[in-house]
């Protein structure tokens, strides 16, 4: 019994992983065992390089259960893979169908031709297998084609002047109308009206798809070419110019008319310059254009008519002239000095072509005429000047400097005239100097003119005339010239000078102040003036003393005296004494334009109260004693006071003094003291205040009570 259980217990474990391994067995190898189909959805056929094209199939999972699949796509040129995709990856159920997509494009190197397109599917066979294997493949055939290589050329413009001798400029432009980019050239030609061709430079460039190039061409006409109907032809080729097997895709083809040029010039202007005068060059400017379309060699015959009739020749000259350009040609002729003024002229002749050609065509024809005039004479005031070595004022002499200019065509001796004009308009003519210049020769004359000291200031003027001639008489004969200049002249010096005679010290209320001034003229003529003298208060106040007009001599002296009463109304303090002198009395009433002025200053003092005359009147026992005293103010005695001590008096007494004569300013004042009983000493002084509050104290008196 126990050798059976020890035997079962050894097989059960031995059959039971034999079942397990049957299981896996059947599980990997029936049941989860790879299977697939692979179908193409449509026919891939051609394509072209460089565009896209897609591959579709569709797979179905044969497998008993779920399994995984990777699809993947080569594209080959027989055994060769020319481009693998991105695998796919999916997990398919059972009889499951999957549409797979690849969109694929082949490029160069890559060449038309054919290709396969193989679609297969690798899984992992085993779970335990860690490799993929191929489980189906399915392959099509298809085709790459060439790509179309295509373009056209066409004429944009053609500019220029279309005349032989001149720039055709050929304007085109080439479109890249293929369906790949590539190397394009361009040549061509342009064919005369005789069949003659020239040969246009070829042109190298790239085009990309629907790319355009714009290029153009420079044809420079011979002169010598035919006039008419030009071929221009422009062709495009596919490949580079050097390229032997390039293709021509285009041809374009276009007329233009071409002229001939012509020839042809005018005389634009016919300029005469220089003097027109006896014994003068003249010159002679001839403007030539060259109207025609071509440049030309010209040739001009000149020649001069003069007064008389006579016909000189001038020198012949050629020019050579560009289209639309101007050249001058300059000519050169001497007047003759005598009988040689009148009219003239100059003919002038147009050749196209050398002097010396036979052939030379007749262009043009032109005539100028002028007038010749007899030589002039002439001076001309250059300028006119006036100066002093002092200040220009009247009394003083001035020079009158006038600068000249022979301005005329002949040597000569001119007269020259000076007039000077005052303020007050009256003239002063000055006797006339000659004055010998040659042609352009300039010279300088100076006039002296005293202003009489009476004159009146102001702006005057002075006239410098030039004459041609002057008489036996001094009559001055054809003016040519007269100029005037302008200049100030100030007036007598005008001066006057103020001042105050002595010191002004203090003064007290009621005083008069005598103020002495002093009035002198300093200038150069006899002048009125207005005095002024003033005094001005504390308070600014202004008390004018004079304010008159005065008479003075040339350096007179005049002495006047003022008098300033100080009223007990004026205030104390500073006063200031103001004496001036001007030249004027104003419109506003005041004097205007001061010449001096002088100041001092004086004090005004109000003083303290000035007792005198204390007495004490019978001091006796029993009896009041008066005291009298005199007391004085400059202005007003406001208040007198007695302070007294006596006997029996333990303090001071004070009594109220009575005015009984004179006025508030001085008077006489008494009072009485108490009455003493017995005798003893009586000690007193006088106490007096002023309207202004300041106060005096008289000494200090004493007297016995007998």
């Given at each position: 019994?126990?050798?059976g259980?020890?035997?079962?217990?050894?097989?059960?474990p031995v059959?039971?992983?034999?079942?397990?391994?049957?299981?896996?067995?059947?599980y990997?190898?029936?049941?989860?065992v790879?299977?697939?189909?692979?179908?193409?959805?449509?026919?891939?056929?051609?394509?072209?390089?460089?565009?896209?094209?897609?591959?579709?199939?569709?797979?179905?999972?044969?497998?008993?259960?779920?399994?995984?699949?990777?699809?993947?796509?080569e594209?080959?040129?027989?055994?060769?893979?020319?481009?693998?995709?991105?695998?796919?990856?999916?997990?398919?159920?059972?009889?499951?169908?999957?549409?797979?997509?690849?969109?694929?494009?082949?490029?160069?190197p890559?060449?038309?031709?054919?290709?396969?397109?193989?679609?297969?599917?690798?899984?992992?066979?085993?779970?335990?297998?860690?490799?993929?294997?191929?489980?189906?493949?399915?392959?099509?055939?298809?085709a790459?084609?060439?790509?179309?290589?295509?373009?056209?050329?066409?004429?944009?413009?053609?500019?220029?002047?279309?005349k032989?001798?001149?720039?055709?400029?050929?304007?085109?432009?080439?479109?890249?109308?293929?369906?790949?980019?590539?190397?394009?050239?361009?040549?061509?030609?342009i064919?005369?009206?005789?069949?003659?061709s020239?040969?246009?430079?070829?042109?190298?460039?790239?085009?990309?798809?629907?790319?355009s190039?714009?290029?153009?061409?420079?044809?420079?006409?011979?002169?010598?070419?035919?006039?008419?109907?030009?071929?221009?032809i422009?062709?495009?080729?596919?490949?580079?110019?050097?390229?032997?097997?390039?293709?021509?895709?285009?041809?374009?083809?276009?007329?233009?008319e071409?002229?001939?040029?012509?020839?042809?010039?005018?005389?634009?202007?016919?300029?005469?310059?220089?003097?027109l005068?006896?014994?003068?060059?003249?010159?002679?400017?001839?403007?030539?254009?060259?109207?025609?379309?071509?440049e030309?060699?010209?040739?001009?015959?000149?020649?001069?008519?003069?007064?008389?009739?006579?016909?000189?020749?001038?020198?012949?000259?050629?020019?050579?002239i560009?289209?639309?350009?101007?050249?001058?040609?300059?000519?050169?002729?001497l007047?003759?000095?005598k009988?040689?003024?009148?009219?003239?002229?100059?003919?002038i002749?147009?050749?196209?072509?050398?002097?010396?050609?036979?052939?030379?065509?007749?262009?043009?024809?032109s005539?100028?005429?002028?007038?010749?005039?007899?030589?002039?004479?002439k001076?001309?005031?250059?300028?006119?000047?006036?100066?002093?070595?002092?200040k220009?004022?009247?009394?003083?002499?001035?020079?009158?400097?006038?600068?000249l200019?022979?301005?005329?065509?002949t040597?000569?001796?001119?007269?020259?005239?000076?007039?000077?004009?005052?303020?007050?308009?009256?003239?002063?003519?000055?006797?006339?100097?000659?004055?010998?210049?040659?042609?352009g020769?300039?010279?300088?004359?100076?006039?002296?003119?005293?202003?009489p000291?009476?004159?009146?200031?102001?702006?005057?003027?002075?006239k410098?005339?030039?004459?041609?001639?002057?008489?036996?008489l001094?009559?001055?004969i054809?003016?040519?010239?007269?100029?005037?200049?302008?200049?100030?002249?100030?007036?007598?010096?005008?001066?006057?000078?103020?001042?105050?005679?002595?010191?002004l010290?203090?003064?007290?209320?009621?005083?008069?102040?005598?103020?002495k001034?002093?009035?002198?003229?300093?200038?150069?003529?006899r002048?009125?003036?207005?005095?002024?003298?003033?005094?001005?208060?504390?308070?600014?106040?202004?008390?004018?003393?004079?304010?008159?007009?005065?008479?003075?001599?040339?350096?007179?002296?005049?002495?006047?005296?003022?008098e300033?009463?100080v009223?007990?109304?004026?205030l104390?303090?500073?006063?200031?004494?103001?004496?001036?002198?001007w030249?004027?009395?104003?419109?506003?009433?005041?004097?205007?334009?001061k010449?001096?002025?002088?100041?001092q200053?004086?004090e005004?003092?109000?003083?303290?109260?000035?007792?005198?005359?204390?007495?004490?009147?019978?001091?006796?026992?029993?009896?009041?004693?008066?005291?009298?005293?005199?007391?004085?103010?400059d202005?007003?005695v406001?208040?007198?006071?007695?302070?007294y001590?006596?006997?029996?008096?333990s303090?001071?007494?004070?009594?109220?003094?009575?005015?009984?004569?004179g006025n508030?300013?001085?008077?006489?004042?008494?009072?009485?003291?108490?009455?003493?009983?017995?005798?003893?000493?009586?000690?007193?002084?006088?106490?007096?205040?002023?309207?202004?509050?300041?106060?005096?104290?008289?000494?200090?008196?004493?007297?016995?009570?007998?």
């Amino acid at each position: 019994m126990k050798k059976g259980l020890k035997k079962a217990l050894i097989i059960i474990p031995v059959v039971l992983f034999s079942l397990v391994i049957i299981g896996y067995i059947v599980y990997d190898y029936v049941l989860m065992v790879p299977s697939i189909t692979i179908a193409y959805e449509k026919n891939i056929g051609q394509q072209k390089l460089d565009t896209e094209f897609k591959v579709q199939v569709e797979i179905e999972s044969l497998s008993v259960l779920e399994r995984e699949y990777i699809v993947n796509l080569e594209l080959k040129s027989g055994t060769e893979v020319k481009a693998s995709l991105q695998p796919q990856i999916f997990r398919l159920k059972p009889r499951t169908k999957q549409n797979v997509e690849f969109v694929c494009m082949l490029s160069e190197p890559v060449i038309p031709g054919l290709y396969t397109a193989n679609v297969f599917v690798t899984a992992k066979k085993s779970i335990f297998s860690s490799s993929l294997e191929m489980i189906n493949e399915n392959g099509q055939e298809f085709a790459i084609a060439e790509k179309i290589v295509n373009g056209i050329i066409n004429f944009i413009d053609i500019k220029g002047a279309k005349k032989v001798g001149e720039i055709l400029n050929v304007n085109a432009v080439a479109k890249n109308t293929g369906e790949v980019g590539k190397p394009f050239s361009v040549d061509g030609s342009i064919i005369n009206p005789k069949g003659e061709s020239a040969q246009l430079p070829t042109k190298d460039f790239s085009l990309k798809i629907e790319e355009s190039k714009i290029f153009s061409y420079d044809y420079n006409i011979p002169f010598e070419a035919p006039a008419g109907k030009y071929k221009i032809i422009l062709n495009l080729f596919a490949g580079e110019s050097k390229d032997n097997s390039k293709k021509k895709l285009a041809e374009q083809e276009q007329e233009v008319e071409v002229s001939a040029r012509v020839i042809k010039a005018s005389v634009e202007a016919v300029k005469v310059r220089g003097k027109l005068k006896s014994g003068e060059a003249v010159g002679f400017d001839i403007d030539l254009k060259n109207t025609g379309d071509i440049e030309k060699l010209f040739s001009i015959e000149a020649s001069l008519t003069d007064a008389s009739g006579k016909v000189v020749s001038l020198p012949g000259k050629e020019l050579q002239i560009k289209v639309d350009e101007t050249k001058k040609a300059a000519y050169e002729y001497l007047i003759p000095m005598k009988d040689s003024d009148g009219k003239y002229k100059i003919n002038i002749i147009v050749y196209a072509g050398s002097a010396n050609d036979l052939t030379k065509m007749k262009m043009a024809e032109s005539q100028q005429e002028f007038t010749v005039a007899e030589r002039i004479t002439k001076a001309s005031i250059v300028k006119v000047s006036v100066s002093s070595k002092n200040k220009i004022k009247v009394g003083e002499t001035i020079t009158i400097t006038a600068d000249l200019k022979n301005t005329g065509e002949t040597d000569h001796t001119f007269p020259v005239a000076v007039v000077a004009v005052n303020a007050g308009k009256a003239t002063v003519k000055l006797n006339a100097k000659i004055i010998p210049l040659k042609v352009g020769e300039a010279g300088q004359l100076t006039f002296d003119y005293a202003i009489p000291l009476e004159s009146t200031a102001g702006n005057y003027e002075v006239k410098v005339s030039t004459y041609n001639n002057m008489d036996n008489l001094g009559n001055l004969i054809e003016m040519y010239e007269e100029k005037v200049s302008v200049f100030a002249v100030a007036g007598a010096n005008i001066s006057g000078s103020a001042s105050l005679v002595g010191t002004l010290g203090k003064f007290g209320f009621g005083d008069s102040v005598s103020i002495k001034t002093k009035f002198s003229n300093s200038g150069e003529l006899r002048h009125s003036y207005f005095i002024k003298l003033e005094v001005i208060d504390p308070a600014k106040k202004v008390s004018t003393i004079f304010n008159e007009k005065i008479e003075l001599d040339k350096l007179g002296v005049s002495e006047k005296k003022g008098e300033f009463k100080v009223d007990p109304s004026v205030l104390d303090g500073k006063y200031t004494a103001v004496v001036s002198i001007w030249d004027r009395l104003g419109d506003d009433g005041n004097p205007t334009g001061k010449y001096g002025e002088d100041t001092q200053t004086f004090e005004v003092v109000d003083t303290e109260p000035v007792i005198t005359n204390v007495i004490g009147v019978a001091p006796v026992i029993g009896k009041a004693t008066t005291i009298v005293a005199t007391v004085k103010d400059d202005k007003e005695v406001k208040t007198v006071m007695l302070v007294y001590q006596g006997p029996g008096m333990s303090e001071v007494g004070k009594e109220i003094m009575i005015r009984t004569s004179g006025n508030k300013k001085e008077g006489s004042y008494n009072t009485q003291t108490r009455r003493f009983n017995y005798a003893g000493s009586l000690n007193y002084y006088i106490e007096a205040t002023d309207s202004k509050g300041q106060k005096s104290k008289s000494p200090e008196s004493k007297t016995q009570i007998k």
